[in-house]
């Protein structure tokens, strides 16, 4: 591929893209803003992506086809699968540290959801963050964190439920961290599954 100016790779742009999403939401991000975030020209940015729209499908399907790695990552970063369960709840919610970039990054989600092809990808990620639950889930079993017999088909559920609810209610009322809130929500709704609660 020639013509593409050296020492920027594209996945540098689409972090300075999901960066400036956070800033302004996606109804603000111009290719100007994105190219000032990395020291381009937005001349570089349409040679390669093409328009505004061109960096948002590259950003979302960068996204989808990362996920899967991702959370892989997460899961072995961690000792215990709960932990790791804990880590990929706090991940999926890191660029969203404030309720302000918590609502920029919700108003994109809003546009995954009635644009076709961003919705492709944005729904690969979801499958994808369902795999990586699931496989915790029953690791977590498999290992003595979790009761034997936990349903963890119907827990998954909860479990993504957990992630996005508890984003948009800390978004509302403001109490704590949004890290802090899902280690307390992930816990809450785990607790009564643990091996600790069976056998005390």
């Known amino acids: 591929m020639a013509g593409r100016p050296r020492g920027v790779d594209d ?24 190219a000032d975030e990395v020291g381009l020209v937005p001349g570089t940015l349409v040679q390669r992506f093409g328009s505004k729209r061109g960096l948002l499908v590259a950003l979302a399907r960068q996204s989808a086809h990362e996920a899967e790695a991702h959370h892989e990552r997460l899961r072995r970063r961690r000792p215990s699968s709960l932990e790791a369960l804990t880590a990929l709840a706090e991940d999926s919610m890191a660029l969203m540290d404030t309720p302000e970039r918590f609502a920029n990054h919700l108003a994109f989600l809003c546009m995954d959801l009635t644009d076709p092809e961003l919705h ?24 003595g964190e979790l009761r034997t017999g936990t349903d963890t088909a119907a827990l998954v559920e909860s479990v993504q439920a957990l992630i996005a609810g508890t984003g948009l209610t800390w978004a509302l009322d403001r109490q704590g961290t949004l890290q ?21």
């Open 180 to 200: 802090e809130r899902l280690r307390q929500a992930v816990t809450a709704l785990l607790s009564p599954y643990t091996r600790s609660k069976e056998t005390s």
């Open 120 to 143: 492709e990808y944005a729904l690969a990620v979801h499958e994808a963050q369902r795999r990586a639950i699931l496989a915790l889930l029953d690791e977590a079993v498999a290992e």
């Open 11 to 34: 996945s540098v742009i689409l972090r300075a893209v999901a960066e400036v999403i956070g800033k302004v939401g996606p109804a603000g991000l111009t290719l100007a803003a994105v």
